[in-house]
């Protein structure tokens, strides 16, 4: 009698691979294929097949969490006008606003374009 294999078959891999491709960033891409396929090992080869489905089917989802960290959810209103949008792509003026979370916390915003301040002291304003 042989011990049971705790290698990766090569679909599972493949899936994982092909599903962490599908990542924003190279450094988001290399380190999620290092942990889909560290997660394979020891499992059966059903559950590998099983887990780089699950994977590839939730890839949207890791993507979406991934790429939205500097930016608010959009909530839909009147649009903002071209000026201030301009403004805001292009001339990095931001329209800061204060605004509170579900809890009272306070944090600032633009209330333009959905961006957080990198640097909390000017916003924008001279320091002199």
Do not use: K
Request: hydrophobic share 40%; aromatic share 8%.
């Amino acid at each position: 009698m042989s011990a049971p294999r705790d290698d990766v078959i090569g679909a599972a891999r493949l899936a994982v691979q092909c599903a962490a491709r599908l990542l924003p960033t190279p450094a988001d891409r290399r380190r999620y294929q290092a942990e889909f396929v560290a997660e394979l090992y020891g499992m059966p080869a059903g559950a590998q097949l099983r887990h780089a489905t699950g994977v590839l089917a939730q890839v949207h989802a890791l993507r979406t969490s991934l790429g939205s960290t500097d930016r608010l959810p959009v909530v839909l209103g009147p649009p903002a006008p071209a000026s201030r949008r301009f403004l805001c792509r292009y001339l990095r003026w931001h329209n800061w606003r204060t605004f509170r979370t579900d809890d009272g916390a306070r944090y600032s915003a633009c209330a333009v374009c959905g961006r957080f301040p990198t640097d909390t002291v000017s916003r924008n304003s001279f320091i002199g």
